[in-house]
């Protein structure tokens, strides 16, 4: 029998080195953690200028700090400014909260302990720790710390087990801080929704959310539950002219709407010598025809080969989706 709590409990874990805090995040997730659960705010930028000029960093921030050995299997991995503190790196229930719960509420939830903004400053961050159950004095603890680049790592659960694990976890990585509150089961199953969502759903007045990591998974490896795709995988490619564009590295997808994999985009690796020095490239699924072997383009090699380049190994953010779809003249999937 699962030993539950009486509601979700939040349990944070506060790393001074940001090793330790991805070291953490690893051993969550080979004990099989739900990453649904798994919370992750990190400060990537302390850039508090025009909004659009930080927006045009982004992009890079987000490859350049997210946790590379857990980026894909973080949920909601999103960038987001938060006025007068900065850009922070935000994934699942914490940060689906900071990015989105306020649409959730016609009617704010009262918050005793929360205090009234001074003189305008942001308190996105303070109000989204008290929302999640943390008295005032640790919430505002946590955010300066935050804000001073420590890296925090939460786990909100009603199972017991996983709660003491990942107190275990953040001991056993050297947190210097260690904090639990009861969190109300409502926000918590609205943070799981928005998550559920995908990034376009995750906006509010409060922070902009400036990028996000698509809910885009690695299909290769499941390519057996996937009709007519058998073999693609390492298939050459060819274009319209029958001249090789490259081979087949893997498929992009999500669960789409009846929880099958559902194929986005097909990664194109080509150049290179002995696979150093190779290139990658996303075609979005509607341009590829995955019926006969070698694989078929709409489009030549050059244009396959000038297209926004694709990073195996880090997050892929909606960003590039957006771009990779412009440069193609495709409509992205989730309009």
């Not at 946790?67 to 689906?96: F, H, K």
Request: aromatic fraction near 6%; include cysteine.
């Amino acid at each position: 029998m699962v030993n539950v709590a009486a509601s979700p409990v939040t349990i944070v874990g506060l790393f001074e080195d940001r090793i330790d805090a991805e070291d953490a995040l690893l051993a969550m997730r080979r004990s099989q953690e739900h990453p649904d659960q798994v919370s992750l705010l990190i400060r990537a930028s302390s850039h508090t200028g025009e909004e659009e000029e930080a927006t045009d960093n982004v992009a890079r921030a987000l490859v350049n700090t997210a946790l590379d050995a857990v980026g894909n299997w973080l949920q909601g991995l999103t960038s987001v400014i938060v006025p007068e503190r900065g850009t922070y790196l935000a994934a699942g229930p914490l940060g689906a909260a900071l990015t989105g719960i306020a649409i959730e509420h016609e009617t704010p939830v009262h918050h005793p302990e929360l205090p009234a903004p001074q003189g305008g400053e942001a308190i996105s961050l303070l109000h989204t720790f008290v929302e999640f159950g943390f008295g005032n004095d640790e919430a505002s603890y946590l955010e300066h710390r935050l804000a001073a680049g420590a890296v925090i790592v939460a786990l909100t659960s009603s199972q017991r087990v996983r709660l003491q694990a990942s107190r275990r976890v953040f001991a056993d990585y050297n947190a210097v801080h260690i904090g639990q509150a009861r969190t109300d089961a409502m926000l918590a199953a609205e943070a799981s929704a928005l998550l559920a969502a995908g990034p376009e759903a995750s906006q509010s007045g409060d922070v902009i959310v400036a990028d996000a990591v698509a809910t885009i998974r690695h299909l290769c490896e499941a390519v057996a539950e996937i009709p007519g795709y058998s073999g693609i995988c390492g298939s050459d490619i060819i274009d319209t002219t029958g001249r090789g564009s490259g081979v087949v590295h893997d498929l992009l997808g999500d669960d789409g709407g009846d929880g099958g994999p559902v194929v986005r985009y097909v990664v194109v690796a080509f150049g290179g010598l002995l696979g150093l020095g190779r290139h990658f490239v996303a075609i979005p699924r509607e341009l590829v025809d995955v019926a006969g072997r070698p694989v078929k383009t709409q489009i030549d090699r050059e244009t396959v080969h000038r297209s926004p380049r694709f990073d195996p190994s880090a997050p892929f953010s909606r960003r590039l989706e957006s771009a990779i779809c412009g440069y193609f003249q495709t409509k992205p999937y989730w309009e």
